[in-house]
């Protein structure tokens, strides 16, 4: 089955752009959806697609894809957005979802 | 309000059962596949198991195949996981969510979660 690798941890300096990444050899095929996880609450998607995003989430979330790797990048980033994030894709080798296990982003 | 809603967790013993329900509205629930995915407390995120609109597709992670058992009511908007042999390795939070993509066999990812149900398997 596929894998996906993320950093387990990120810092970045309150109002810097903090990029989160995923890596696995099923983004070269199928898009990544990102999910934000504040501690006690479930998770929530932010990202899906080639660049989407649900309603209500703040357009300084972007998405990008190059090669077998998947970016979460966060313009400007703010004290509310210190989370874990995930990713997820689909498997390439049978109809299951996939997750990486997660990155801790902390605002300084 | 578009909004998932797990009950049916509990303690229960290794190798007893235990059935996952979940309730949803605000969507058209038959035009959605359907997942559960759980995390046990200061961990990741483990897909579990996925079910198509149609249930033309049902599929499971390598983890609980041939032990636990998706299943969805279109006409009672509901989910469910039926879990048997239960093992301590079984505990954690389980989500519900609905996925992104609209009438597709394929999965996608979750739009919408539920809060979670906890399972404690333990004796």
């Known amino acids: 089955s596929s894998e996906l690798t993320q950093d387990p941890a990120v810092s970045v300096a309150l109002g810097q752009t903090v990029r989160i990444t995923c890596q696995g050899d099923?983004?070269?095929?199928?898009?990544t959806s990102w999910y934000q996880q504040k501690p006690g609450q479930a998770p929530v998607l932010v990202i899906y697609?080639?660049?989407n995003r649900p309603s209500g989430i703040p357009d300084r979330f972007s998405g990008s894809r190059s090669g077998n790797t998947a970016s979460l990048t966060i313009t400007g980033a703010q004290a509310e957005d210190e989370a874990d994030y995930y990713c997820?894709?689909?498997?390439?080798?049978?109809?299951?979802?996939?997750f990486g296990g997660g990155t801790k982003l902390t605002v300084l | 309000e578009v909004q998932v809603v797990e009950s049916g967790g509990g303690l229960v013993q290794p190798g007893r059962s235990l059935r996952l329900s979940c309730v949803a509205s605000?969507?058209?629930?038959?035009?959605?596949?359907m997942h559960w995915v759980r995390q046990v407390p200061g961990k990741g995120l483990e897909w579990v198991s996925g079910?198509?609109?149609?249930?033309?597709?049902?599929d499971y992670a390598d983890s609980v195949k041939g032990r636990f058992t998706i299943s969805r009511d279109n006409a009672k908007n509901s989910l469910y996981l039926q879990m048997n042999s239960l093992r301590p390795e079984d505990t954690a939070l389980y989500y519900c969510?609905?996925?992104?993509?609209?009438?597709?066999?394929?999965?996608?990812?979750?739009?919408?979660w539920g809060q979670g149900t906890t399972v404690t398997v333990s004796s």
């Open positions: 997820n894709s689909r498997d390439t080798s049978a109809n299951h979802l996939v």
């Open positions: 099923s983004l070269r095929t199928y898009y």
């Open positions: 697609g080639k660049d």
């Open positions: 079910i198509s609109w149609n249930s033309a597709n049902i």
């Open positions: 969510g609905k996925d992104i993509k609209v009438q597709s066999n394929y999965y996608y990812g979750l739009a919408v």
């Open positions: 605000g969507f058209i629930f038959g035009d959605y596949a």
